[in-house]
C-alpha cells in the first residue's frame, strides 16, 4: 500500500504512514499539489484495497 | 492599388496603434499593416467578418476605410441626403445568420479541441488539503 500511494505525484515522499490497528493510511501533499480522491482510491484498489473513507485535513 | 512594401519597423508601431484601437472589439491575429502608394491595406484574421467603411480621419474627402471585397463607397456611407426626404429613424442592421456561424465554429472547435474543464474531478480534489487520512478495508 506504501509504494502504491507514493506512486502518486501528488503524495510527498516519505509521508505515507500506516496504521494497520486504525485501518488507516495517512500521506501529506506535496507543497502546490493537489491530490484527486478518485485517483486515491484506484490506485488502491489496484493494489488490492478498498477505500472507505477520505479525509482531507 | 499598388504595393509599395514598406520596412516592417516602420509600419511596427501603427500596427501597435491598431492593436490598440482593436483591444475589447476584435481579436485580429497576425495584424499586419501593408503601406501601398493611395493608402494602407489592413492585413489579419479574425474569427467573425468585421466590414465598416469610415471617413478618413482628416476629413469628408477620400475612400476611407473598404473592407477587402466590398465596393469602394468613397466615405458616404455615413452620410445621407435629408433634403426632400423624411427623416426615417436609423433602423438596427442585423446581421445574417450566416456571418454568425464562423464565430459559432470557432467556439465548437475551441471546446471540443481543448475539452471542457473537468469539473468533477477538481470539486473532489480538497483545495488547501495538506494532509489526508484514508480508511482502507482489506489490511491484514
Redesign the interface.
Known amino acids: 500500500?506504501r509504494e502504491a500511494l507514493q506512486s502518486l505525484p501528488c503524495v510527498e515522499a516519505g509521508s505515507v504512514k500506516?496504521d494497520?490497528e486504525k485501518?488507516?493510511?495517512?500521506?501529506?501533499?506535496k507543497k502546490g499539489g493537489?491530490?484527486?480522491?478518485?485517483a486515491?482510491k484506484k490506485v488502491?484498489k489496484e493494489a488490492?484495497?478498498?477505500?472507505?473513507?477520505?479525509?482531507?485535513? | 492599388m499598388t504595393t509599395a512594401s514598406a520596412p516592417p519597423a516602420e509600419t511596427e508601431p501603427l500596427e501597435a496603434l491598431v492593436r490598440q484601437w482593436l483591444a475589447g472589439r476584435a481579436h485580429v491575429r497576425d495584424l499586419r499593416i501593408v503601406v501601398l502608394e493611395d493608402g494602407v491595406a489592413l492585413e489579419g484574421r479574425a474569427a467573425t467578418y468585421y466590414s465598416k467603411a469610415t471617413r478618413p480621419a482628416r476629413g469628408d474627402e477620400g475612400p476611407g476605410i473598404v473592407a477587402p471585397g466590398q465596393p469602394d463607397r468613397g466615405g458616404v456611407s455615413r452620410k445621407r441626403s435629408h433634403a426632400g426626404s423624411q427623416h426615417v429613424p436609423p433602423q438596427r442592421r442585423r446581421r445574417p445568420m450566416l456571418s454568425r456561424i464562423p464565430s459559432l465554429l470557432v467556439v465548437v472547435a475551441v471546446v471540443t479541441l481543448v475539452g471542457l474543464p473537468p469539473l468533477a474531478a477538481h470539486d473532489k480534489a480538497a483545495p488547501d488539503a495538506r494532509e489526508y487520512v484514508l480508511t482502507v478495508e482489506g489490511m491484514t
Open positions: 500500500m500506516i494497520r485501518k488507516e493510511a495517512r500521506f501529506a501533499v493537489k491530490c484527486d480522491e478518485d486515491v488502491l488490492g484495497f478498498t477505500v472507505s473513507a477520505v479525509e482531507a485535513k
